[in-house]
């Protein structure tokens, strides 16, 4: 066994940004709800932006506000879990599409005929930091009439025809949960771009109950600056009940405003998160050139016009073969398609299943970690983990 393991994801948090917010947990700063709202406003051109509790709460009202009550969803088969959380916290029925494995957007083929069946809204997520391909999405969109919710919550940073992903929907979700890349602990938000819209944020922003003031959030984000350093990880990631990495179904709840707490993070991690996104691509590229020679196995690439914010580098394992290896942080991706969640399966309309782009990734798909703990030694581990020749060499100098 080694002791250094790589946590699949770091969302950096400085020093000065837990203890604001310690301070703002205990009511001894300002709010900083507005200074955040502004900074959203400001950075995705958008006409408010609704803080709340989480990016599963944000995309729970984004839903309630967009398709009416036993409407119906279109969501991409492979995708996030919190997806059918949030379909069961609004109340709606639910249609598939399928994503392209090569770019992880959305298939539009596959798009235009489940609109063809009847949606009232469509869901398009960028998964890990890869753009999805929301002008495609919106014109078969807008040839209906029909909203689209453009789910950032891994938009981490990456770009599509030079817009920040999450600028580009009619109503948009991040996420600022601990594996988000920008973090206030947890946190999500709404972002519009029409005053309609804005007038029902207002609204909404009004109608939100305030949850906890964020302590335990602070005290989370300071335990994992400590344990994601790779000489301590494999501590929590032992420990079965935490399920760190691991894809677990959590059932909705009342959607919160953001916490004190949490505001008070993010509006100094928000500040560091070009930079972030700087250094993520340029290991996500070094790995990228590592792997050219290496058979059976290629980089997702991003749509022509897009560039990835590599929350994780995403890898098709071609030939099926590989497992994965958690001391480098090199995990499997979703381990099943929306339509095998029993608890979405009530939701899900007669008919809807996942098709073979989405039956691919959950087979194939791999991720690698970008962040700012994984040094030269570990990329060099990572490309002969994924050289089965290297290891085949291996095992026969140890045979020998």
């Not at 690439?301 to 958690?326: K, Y």
Request: proline fraction near 6%.
């Amino acid at each position: 066994m080694t002791w250094r393991h790589q946590p699949p994801v770091l969302s950096p948090v400085p020093f000065r940004a837990l203890a604001d917010g310690v301070a703002a947990a205990f009511g001894l700063r300002v709010s900083a709800h507005d200074d955040v709202t502004l900074a959203l406003r400001s950075r995705y051109g958008s006409a408010d932006a609704l803080l709340t509790d989480s990016g599963t709460s944000a995309l729970i009202l984004a839903l309630r506000k967009v398709v009416p009550r036993g409407g119906t969803v279109a969501y991409p088969a492979y995708a996030c879990i919190d997806l059918t959380t949030a379909a069961l916290g609004a109340g709606i029925h639910v249609r598939l599409y399928d994503i392209d494995p090569a770019t992880l957007s959305p298939d539009l083929d596959s798009l235009r005929a489940t609109i063809r069946r009847g949606v009232d809204a469509i869901v398009v997520a960028h998964l890990y930091g890869y753009p999805a391909d929301m002008f495609g999405v919106r014109k078969l969109a807008a040839d209906q009439g029909i909203p689209v919710i453009e789910d950032a919550a891994q938009g981490a940073g990456g770009t599509l025809r030079g817009e920040l992903l999450g600028s580009l929907g009619d109503v948009a979700i991040l996420s600022f949960g601990r594996g988000k890349g920008t973090t206030g602990g947890s946190g999500g938000a709404i972002l519009v771009r029409t005053p309609a819209l804005a007038d029902w944020t207002s609204s909404a922003r009004s109608d939100l109950h305030t949850g906890s003031r964020g302590g335990m959030e602070v005290l989370s984000l300071a335990a994992q600056r400590v344990l994601s350093h790779p000489y301590l990880y494999a501590l929590p990631a032992s420990i079965p009940g935490l399920k760190l990495g691991e894809m677990v179904y959590h059932p909705p709840r009342q959607p919160l405003a953001m916490s004190a707490a949490s505001a008070a993070i993010l509006r100094w991690t928000l500040g560091f998160e070009a930079r972030e996104v700087s250094s993520r691509r340029a290991r996500a590229k070094n790995l990228i050139a590592r792997m050219r020679e290496i058979a059976n196995v290629m980089a997702v690439r991003p749509i022509p016009g897009g560039e990835s914010g590599f929350l994780r580098l995403a890898l098709i394992d071609t030939a099926g073969t590989r497992v994965p290896r958690t001391d480098l942080g090199a995990l499997r991706g979703y381990p099943m398609t929306l339509d095998q969640h029993a608890q979405l399966q009530p939701l899900l309309l007669s008919g809807e299943r996942a098709e073979k782009g989405s039956h691919f990734l959950r087979d194939h798909l791999f991720t690698a970690p970008t962040h700012s703990h994984v040094g030269q030694s570990d990329l060099t581990g990572f490309a002969e983990w994924l050289d089965t020749r290297e290891v085949e060499s291996r095992v026969l100098a140890a045979a020998t």
